[in-house]
């Protein structure tokens, strides 16, 4: 087998400026990729190396993924674009983890709260096939007409919560909330004024789902608007935040 091998590409109508470059690159292929083929397919999930960045110009699908939609969220108009507007029985869910392999990153969103609806809601939540590795962001309602943010992240026997209670907004206007995460410590902030942080042991997530407007479980439902969502992978600078 080996000497028709070399006898094949000594040929002298095969010589090596009669090779195309298609032929060579499939060649290499096969002698370094496919061996290497099985162990690529058992790394976990690619991670994104530009900000994944979803609006809402559609309901039908955000970000290039189809959305499966309960309820009936709706489509509105803010000064600053479309945004969907959630009533407390509607939700929108994306077969999607945009957390899948990160090891840091700044997750953000703008929404605006309103007076109506339980007094937990969760409205952004991420999560790992196959296990409880989540991240959430819920809003607590509180007296007077104000909310606080409350935020979570698990990641194997890891529970962190940042629970800012004593941080109290007027709901009505547009805000902007961020969980930062560098690996080692869980931050988050709203309209960029840090609010709280925790120490955290983080595993990167795998491949998993997306709801907004509700937690995956159905529960928690989101009385409100979410007008976008950002996930960077890597750990911004609260100068380079979306503002509402």
């Not at 809402?56 to 009936?72: A, C, M, P, Q, Y």
Request: charged share 20%; net charge neutral.
């Amino acid at each position: 087998m080996m000497a028709t091998k070399t006898t094949c590409i000594n040929h002298p109508r095969l010589g090596e400026h009669d090779l195309t470059m298609r032929t060579t690159t499939h060649l290499v292929a096969f002698l370094f990729l496919g061996p290497l083929s099985g162990i690529l397919a058992q790394e976990g999930p690619r991670p994104p190396s530009k900000p994944i960045d979803w609006t809402f110009e559609h309901l039908d699908s955000i970000g290039g993924h189809k959305t499966n939609v309960v309820g009936s969220p709706r489509q509105i108009d803010s000064p600053q674009g479309p945004a969907v507007e959630f009533d407390g029985h509607s939700a929108l869910f994306l077969d999607t983890n945009p957390l899948a392999g990160l090891d840091q990153f700044t997750a953000e969103v703008i929404f605006r709260p309103t007076k109506a609806g339980p007094k937990e809601q969760r409205f952004v939540h991420v999560q790992e096939d196959g296990s409880e590795n989540r991240l959430l962001f819920e809003l607590r309602l509180a007296d007077g007409d104000q909310w606080f943010l409350d935020t979570f992240i698990k990641s194997g026997t890891g529970n962190y919560t940042l629970f800012a209670e004593k941080h109290l907004h007027p709901v009505g206007p547009w805000y902007h909330a961020a969980v930062v995460m560098n690996g080692q410590t869980m931050r988050h902030y709203v309209n960029g004024t840090l609010e709280l942080s925790t120490p955290i042991t983080f595993t990167p997530q795998g491949a998993g789902k997306t709801s907004l407007g509700v937690r995956q479980n159905k529960v928690s439902w989101y009385v409100g608007a979410i007008r976008r969502i950002r996930l960077t992978p890597r750990v911004l600078d609260v100068s380079e935040f979306l503002f509402p």
